[in-house]
Antibody
Framework: QAQLVESGGGVVQPGTSLRLSCAAS????????MHWVRQAPGKGLNWVAV????????YYADSVKGRFTISRDNSKNTLYLQMNSLRAEDTAVYYC????????????????WGKGTTVTVSS | EIVMTQSPASLSVSPGERVTLSCRAS??????LAWYQQKPGQAPRLLIY???TGATGIPARFSGSGSGTEFTLTISSLQSEDFAVYYC??????????FGGGTKVEIK
């Protein structure tokens, strides 16, 4: 069955960088758009970014635009989130999630989620 | 940006009771709405998409309805494993994809 496993979280200081990874298995990774969604401690879900199945189109939440970069390596079945200029308000559990649409440049909901990786930005 | 508002923020329910959760969009999203369940320490799980279609493996006691700006998630007979936080999410107009603030269903 489809599975997503995030890694790369940790405790970092404000202004520094971190790269998250999400390893996919059990489905044809190269056919689906992929999302990053985050959840601050005790708070709700917030969409962060999405990338098309072929990596050609990327969209971001305003709160991370210009600081975060979503990318993918379809040969490695892996999704990435490069996070630069981190702020305290970026502290959250980061989930990667699969979009259900195949080979599309349109995005819907998230039908498969990873367990998340925790990012803490603190001095 | 479409703002999603869920109500109530929390509710206490006894097992076996019928539960109705609401989600309102700041503008019409058609039927481009999904519902998720999240238990403590776990990732969200897709329950409903296209406002009323049950996701794979979701028990029949979960149902969704609505269109436009008003949506409802109903749990026909609450089971112990259903105590969780429920989120709605619109995908009609993006970016950004937006979630509601969640409704926490607690044991009475």
């Amino acid at each position: 069955q489809a599975q997503l496993v995030e890694s790369g979280g940790g405790v970092v200081q404000p202004g520094t960088s971190l790269r998250l990874s999400c390893a996919a298995s059990g489905f044809t990774f190269s056919s689906y758009g992929m999302h990053w969604v985050r959840q601050a401690p005790g708070k709700g879900l917030n969409w962060v970014a999405v990338i098309s199945y072929d990596g050609s189109k990327k969209y971001y939440a305003d709160s991370v635009k210009g600081r975060f970069t979503i990318s993918r390596d379809n040969s490695k079945n892996t999704l990435y989130l490069q996070m630069n200029s981190l702020r305290a308000e970026d502290t959250a559990v980061y989930y990667c999630a699969k979009d259900p649409l195949m080979s599309a440049y349109y995005y819907y909901y998230m039908d498969v989620w990873g367990k998340g990786t925790t990012v803490t930005v603190s001095s | 940006e479409i703002v999603m508002t869920q109500s109530p923020a929390s509710l206490s329910v006894s097992p076996g009771e019928r539960v109705t959760l609401s989600c309102r969009a700041s503008q019409s999203v058609g039927t481009n709405l999904a519902w998720y369940q999240q238990k403590p320490g776990q990732a969200p799980r897709l329950l409903i998409y296209h406002a009323s279609t049950g996701a794979t493996g979701i028990p029949a006691r979960f149902s969704g309805s609505g269109s436009g700006t008003e949506f409802t998630l109903t749990i026909s007979s609450l089971q112990s494993e259903d105590f969780a936080v429920y989120y709605c999410q619109q995908y009609n107009d993006w970016p950004p994809l937006t979630f509601g603030g969640g409704t926490k269903v607690e044991i009475k």
